[in-house]
Antibody, heavy 113, light 109 residues
Framework: QVQLVQSGAEVKKPGASVKLSCKAS????????IHWVRQAPGQGLEWMGW????????KYSQKFQGSVTITMDAAATTAYMELSSLRPEDTAVYYC??????WGQGTLVTVSS | QAVVTQEPSLTVSPGGTVTLTCGSS?????????PYWFQQKPGQAPRTLIY???NTHPWTPARFSGSLVGGKAALTLSGAQPEDEAEYYC?????????FGGGTKLTVL
């Protein structure tokens, strides 16, 4: 069955970067794209960007252009999302999901001095 | 960037029917926006109910269905159950980018 398993919780200081992973299994990794989404405490879902599993092409939300980098390692069937210049407002649960809507369990990122 | 609109809140009686809608600031929502519908309960990851307008997953209860109605994407719940009380989000595609709606808090009361 399709599974997406995300890396563990992170605590970062303002100005730092964080790189999260999303390990996929149960399907052909290169046949589908993986998207990244975040949810701040008590807020709605916010789409950040996606990567095409076939060719690694990426597309980002205008809001995150320049601060987010999504990459992948097809051999490891893993997608990554790096967020730089962290601010307290970036405190959120970060999710990955695959085309057709298979979700990871989420990773809590806390940004605090 | 487009804005996707949903009803902030709706209430449905147990056993009743309710339709949640998803509109776009750019005009009518079409199948080319590949609408998705997600259900999220407190403390849980979202769960996909509908993708590409009307396609369901094996875990999607049969009482949920997706469609296009009046220029919007729609999620219809027929025969509401107490466990359907949750936040519901739609997602639309815009030439590669995606935008979530603000969510609809559905109360079953």
């Amino acid at each position: 069955q399709v599974q997406l398993v995300q890396s563990g919780a992170e605590v970062k200081k303002p100005g730092a970067s964080v790189k999260l992973s999303c390990k996929a299994s149960g399907y052909t990794f290169t046949s589908y794209s993986i998207h990244w989404v975040r949810q701040a405490p008590g807020q709605g879902l916010e789409w950040m960007g996606w990567i095409d599993g076939d060719d690694g092409d990426t597309k980002y939300s205008q809001k995150f252009q320049g601060s987010v980098t999504i990459t992948m390692d097809a051999a490891a069937t893993t997608a990554y999302m790096e967020l730089s210049s962290l601010r307290p407002e970036d405190t959120a649960v970060y999710y990955c999901y695959r085309t057709w809507g298979y979700w990871g369990q989420g990773t809590l990122v806390t940004v605090s001095s | 960037q487009a804005v996707v609109t949903q009803e902030p809140s709706l209430t449905v009686s147990p056993g009743g029917t309710v339709t949640l809608t998803c509109g776009s600031s750019t005009g009518a929502v079409t199948s080319g926006h590949y609408p998705y519908w997600f259900q999220q309960k407190p403390g849980q990851a979202p769960r996909t109910l509908i993708y590409d307008t009307s396609n369901t997953h094996p875990w999607t209860p049969a009482r949920f269905s997706g469609s296009l109605v009046g220029g919007k994407a729609a999620l219809t719940l027929s025969g509401a159950q107490p466990e359907d009380e949750a936040e519901y989000y739609c997602l639309l595609s815009y030439i590669g980018a995606r935008v979530f709606g603000g969510g609809t808090k559905l109360t079953v009361l």
